[in-house]
């Protein structure tokens, strides 16, 4: 319940001021490793299996500062212009609550399509803005647990991906 009050607060500062207050960060840490060690985990398993996603998320993040730096040939520190400071610290609590394999699927589905849907509104609206990309994730995250769906639990993606690798 805690986890579902700070996920939509995230959601509505996110939304409503495009920042988020920073204690909403290690709150929402603490209520996912608390949640993960609830179902039984022991601290170990968590920080193992939050190492590859945070790897993950910092393999990507250094990919596009070298690529935007490249770019516009000098040094360009996104969470200046690109990303914003909440927006990482969201992903890196997410790394703390899903595992791998449902880490890169929620981080990929998740991006194409608040992406694809903030640009058909802008479109529409005929404005642009910054995208509200931790409160729209958290959304995100309250759908999935809203229809049943447990993040954390890797059976999930593989009970929704068995019917299309099958033998």
Request: aromatic share 18%; net charge positive.
């Amino acid at each position: 319940m805690v986890m579902v009050l700070l996920l939509l607060g995230i959601f509505y500062q996110d939304i409503r001021s495009r920042a988020v207050y920073w204690v909403f960060f290690p709150l929402l840490a603490l209520a996912f490793v608390l949640q993960r060690l609830l179902v039984g985990q022991t601290p170990q398993m968590v920080a193992f299996e939050s190492a590859f996603p945070a790897a993950f998320l910092l393999i990507q993040l250094l990919v596009l500062s070298i690529y935007f730096s490249l770019k516009q040939k000098r040094f360009v520190n996104i969470t200046e212009s690109l990303l914003g400071p909440g927006d990482i610290l969201f992903l890196f609590c997410l790394c703390l609550y899903f595992p791998a394999i449902n880490f890169i699927a929620f981080y990929i589905v998740s991006l194409f399509a608040i992406i694809a849907g903030w640009l058909t509104i802008s479109h529409i609206r005929q404005q642009k803005g910054t995208i509200p990309l931790a409160g729209l994730q958290a959304a995100f995250v309250l759908l999935l647990i809203g229809f049943g769906i447990n993040p954390a639990n890797e059976n999930w993606f593989y009970t929704f991906i068995k019917p299309y690798y099958a033998v």
